[in-house]
C-alpha cells in the first residue's frame, strides 16, 4: 500500500512527527487528538468597511461564535462549519464577502503575529514573507487610513496571490514588493517601524490544515532551513529602526526553528532584547519558550551526533533567560493549529549595523525612468483632466497604466525618498 492510501490516522500514530512529539511532550496523546481533525472555518471582519456591522450581523446570524482571544481592530469568528464545507446560500455569501474585502478567511492561529505586531496608524511596515497576504490585510486594517506596509514575496508565483488579496481587500496602505527577504534594501533609510517574518518553516503545527505532513515531516527539514530562518531574522533586526518591533511567527513546533533561531540572532544582535508575548497575547492558551531540547535523528528519537551550535540550546545565560518570553501555542490547547511567535524590539540607543559594501552604486540620474505601467503618484497633467471631470480628487492619488490607486502620504515619501530612486523604483 502507498503511502498516499494509508488511513490518516494511521499515517499520524505511525508519524515520525508524533515521535518528536513524544520527546517535546510528557502528554503526546493529548497533542495527536488535539491535531487530526479538520479545522472550523475561520474568518476576521475587514473594520475598514462602512457595513462592517452588517457582515458580523450575518455571521452571528448563521451561528459563527466571536474568537475570545482576538485584539481588534475588527473581529475574528469561528463558523459552525469545517473549512471549505459551507453549503447552499451560506457558501455564496461567504464567497460574495471574501471577494469583496468584507471579510478574510483566514486560519485562527494566523492571525496572531499581527496582533502581536500592532503596528500604529501612520507607521511604515514591512511584512518581510507576506504570501497569500491574510497578514498584510490584517497589518493594513491595524493602520488604518495612515501609514504603509510594505508586502513582500520571493516567489514569482506568489505575488500574484498576494496582490489579489491586497487588491480584493481594497485598503489604502499596502504596497507589494518583490525581494528576497535576505537582501531587502533599508527603504526608508531610517527603517520600519515594525517588521513582521513569518518564515518557511516545515509546517509541524499544520497537520488539522495540511494533513501531508503526516506523511513526510522529519527532523532534517527543520535543519535545513535554520540558515535560512536565521538569516531572515537577522535582516528585520537589521531594518527595524530604534525603538521598533520585529515579530518572529512559525507554523513549526519544532525548537531548531523557533527558538533556536531566536537564540542565534540574539546572540549577533547588539541593543536588541525579547519582549514577553504572554503579556502581548493574555488571553492565548499558550505556554512560555523552551530553554532545552535535545537534537533528533529522522527516526525521531534523541540523536546521538552533534548539531550546529546554532541549533543547540543556547549556552550564555543572558539568552536563555529570554527564550521563555517567547510563546508556544499547541494544537490541542487552541483547538486549532500549532505556533510559535516571539518579539523582539530594539533599544533607542542599539548601534547601527554598518551598511553592506555595494561594488556598484547608481546615482539618481542613472537610473533608468520608470515605465508608464509602474505606480506613480498622478501626474498634473493627468489630474486636471480627471478633476475637470470628476471634481476635486482627493489626495493621494497615483497612476498606474490607465488605473487610478489611493494611497497614502506615508507610501508616497518612501517613492520620493533618496535611497528608492537611487535604488530604482521600479524595484519597490
Same mark, same amino acid.
Given at each position: 500500500?502507498?503511502?498516499?492510501?494509508?488511513?490518516?490516522?494511521?499515517l499520524?500514530?505511525?508519524s515520525?512527527?508524533?515521535?518528536?512529539?513524544?520527546?517535546?511532550?510528557? #502528554?503526546?496523546?493529548?497533542?495527536?487528538?488535539?491535531?487530526?481533525?479538520?479545522?472550523?472555518?475561520?474568518?476576521?471582519?475587514?473594520p475598514?468597511?462602512?457595513?462592517?456591522?452588517?457582515?458580523?450581523?450575518?455571521?452571528?446570524g448563521?451561528?459563527s461564535?466571536?474568537?475570545?482571544?482576538?485584539i481588534g481592530?475588527?473581529?475574528?469568528w469561528?463558523?459552525?462549519?469545517?473549512?471549505?464545507?459551507?453549503?447552499?446560500?451560506?457558501?455564496?455569501?461567504?464567497?460574495?464577502?471574501?471577494?469583496t474585502?468584507?471579510?478574510?478567511?483566514?486560519?485562527?492561529?494566523?492571525?496572531?503575529?499581527?496582533?502581536?505586531?500592532?503596528?500604529?496608524?501612520?507607521?511604515?511596515?514591512l511584512?518581510?514573507?507576506?504570501?497569500?497576504?491574510?497578514?498584510?490585510?490584517?497589518?493594513?486594517?491595524?493602520?488604518?487610513?495612515?501609514?504603509?506596509?510594505?508586502?513582500?514575496?520571493?516567489?514569482?508565483?506568489?505575488?500574484?496571490?498576494?496582490?489579489?488579496?491586497?487588491?480584493?481587500?481594497?485598503?489604502?496602505?499596502?504596497?507589494?514588493?518583490?525581494?528576497?527577504?535576505?537582501?531587502?534594501?533599508?527603504?526608508?533609510?531610517?527603517?520600519?517601524?515594525?517588521?513582521?517574518?513569518?518564515?518557511?518553516?516545515?509546517?509541524?503545527?499544520?497537520?488539522?490544515?495540511?494533513?501531508d505532513?503526516?506523511?513526510?515531516?522529519?527532523?532534517?527539514?527543520g535543519?535545513?532551513?535554520? #540558515?535560512?530562518?536565521?538569516?531572515?531574522?537577522?535582516?528585520?533586526v537589521a531594518?527595524?529602526?530604534?525603538?521598533?518591533r520585529?515579530?518572529?511567527?512559525?507554523?513549526?513546533?519544532?525548537?531548531?526553528? #523557533?527558538e533556536?533561531?531566536?537564540?542565534?540572532?540574539?546572540?549577533?544582535?547588539?541593543?536588541?532584547?525579547?519582549?514577553?508575548?504572554?503579556?502581548?497575547?493574555?488571553?492565548?492558551?499558550?505556554?512560555?519558550?523552551?530553554?532545552?531540547?535535545?537534537?533528533?535523528?529522522?527516526?525521531?528519537?534523541?540523536?546521538v551526533?552533534?548539531i550546529?551550535?546554532?541549533?543547540?540550546?543556547p549556552?550564555?545565560?543572558?539568552?536563555?533567560?529570554?527564550?521563555?518570553?517567547?510563546?508556544?501555542?499547541?494544537?490541542?490547547?487552541?483547538?486549532?493549529?500549532?505556533?510559535?511567535?516571539?518579539?523582539?524590539?530594539?533599544?533607542?540607543?542599539?548601534?547601527?549595523?554598518p551598511?553592506?559594501?555595494?561594488?556598484?552604486?547608481?546615482?539618481?540620474?542613472?537610473?533608468?525612468?520608470?515605465?508608464?505601467h509602474?505606480?506613480?503618484?498622478?501626474?498634473?497633467?493627468?489630474?486636471?483632466?480627471?478633476?475637470?471631470?470628476?471634481?476635486?480628487?482627493? #489626495?493621494?492619488?497615483?497612476?498606474?497604466?490607465?488605473?487610478?490607486?489611493?494611497?497614502?502620504?506615508?507610501?508616497?515619501?518612501?517613492?520620493?525618498?533618496?535611497?528608492?530612486?537611487?535604488?530604482?523604483?521600479?524595484?519597490?
Amino acid at each position: 500500500m502507498s503511502q498516499s492510501e494509508v488511513p490518516w490516522d494511521q499515517l499520524a500514530r505511525e508519524s515520525i512527527l508524533l515521535q518528536a512529539v513524544s520527546v517535546w511532550r510528557d #502528554d503526546p496523546e493529548n497533542w495527536l487528538a488535539g491535531s487530526f481533525d479538520r479545522l472550523p472555518e475561520t474568518v476576521r471582519v475587514n473594520p475598514l468597511r462602512s457595513d462592517s456591522e452588517w457582515t458580523e450581523g450575518w455571521l452571528e446570524g448563521i451561528g459563527s461564535e466571536r474568537i475570545g482571544w482576538f485584539i481588534g481592530p475588527g473581529s475574528a469568528w469561528t463558523l459552525p462549519f469545517n473549512r471549505g464545507a459551507a453549503e447552499g446560500d451560506i457558501r455564496e455569501m461567504l464567497a460574495d464577502l471574501h471577494e469583496t474585502g468584507r471579510l478574510t478567511r483566514q486560519e485562527a492561529v494566523s492571525m496572531l503575529p499581527a496582533i502581536a505586531l500592532d503596528a500604529q496608524p501612520g507607521e511604515v511596515v514591512l511584512d518581510m514573507c507576506a504570501s497569500p497576504g491574510s497578514k498584510t490585510t490584517q497589518i493594513s486594517e491595524h493602520l488604518g487610513e495612515a501609514g504603509a506596509v510594505f508586502a513582500n514575496e520571493v516567489v514569482n508565483s506568489r505575488v500574484n496571490m498576494l496582490v489579489t488579496n491586497v487588491q480584493r481587500h481594497g485598503s489604502r496602505t499596502p504596497v507589494v514588493v518583490h525581494h528576497d527577504g535576505r537582501y531587502i534594501p533599508r527603504v526608508p533609510e531610517s527603517g520600519f517601524d515594525r517588521i513582521l517574518v513569518d518564515v518557511p518553516c516545515t509546517g509541524s503545527g499544520t497537520t488539522r490544515k495540511n494533513p501531508d505532513v503526516w506523511g513526510k515531516w522529519l527532523p532534517s527539514g527543520g535543519r535545513s532551513l535554520h #540558515d535560512l530562518q536565521v538569516a531572515l531574522l537577522s535582516r528585520a533586526v537589521a531594518l527595524v529602526k530604534p525603538g521598533g518591533r520585529v515579530v518572529y511567527a512559525t507554523c513549526s513546533l519544532d525548537p531548531v526553528e #523557533d527558538e533556536a533561531v531566536v537564540a542565534e540572532v540574539l546572540r549577533n544582535s547588539e541593543g536588541v532584547d525579547m519582549k514577553s508575548v504572554m503579556e502581548l497575547l493574555p488571553d492565548v492558551p499558550g505556554e512560555a519558550g523552551r530553554t532545552d531540547w535535545p537534537s533528533l535523528d529522522d527516526g525521531g528519537g534523541v540523536a546521538v551526533v552533534e548539531i550546529p551550535e546554532s541549533m543547540q540550546p543556547p549556552s550564555e545565560q543572558g539568552i536563555a533567560s529570554q527564550l521563555p518570553r517567547s510563546m508556544r501555542v499547541w494544537n490541542d490547547k487552541i483547538g486549532g493549529g500549532g505556533f510559535f511567535l516571539a518579539v523582539l524590539e530594539k533599544s533607542e540607543d542599539a548601534p547601527e549595523r554598518p551598511a553592506p559594501e555595494v561594488e556598484v552604486k547608481m546615482t539618481a540620474e542613472e537610473v533608468k525612468p520608470d515605465s508608464d505601467h509602474s505606480p506613480r503618484p498622478i501626474p498634473d497633467e493627468v489630474a486636471s483632466v480627471v478633476e475637470s471631470a470628476w471634481g476635486a480628487l482627493p #489626495d493621494d492619488l497615483w497612476l498606474r497604466g490607465k488605473r487610478l490607486l489611493l494611497s497614502t502620504p506615508e507610501v508616497h515619501d518612501v517613492w520620493e525618498s533618496e535611497r528608492s530612486r537611487r535604488g530604482g523604483r521600479t524595484r519597490i
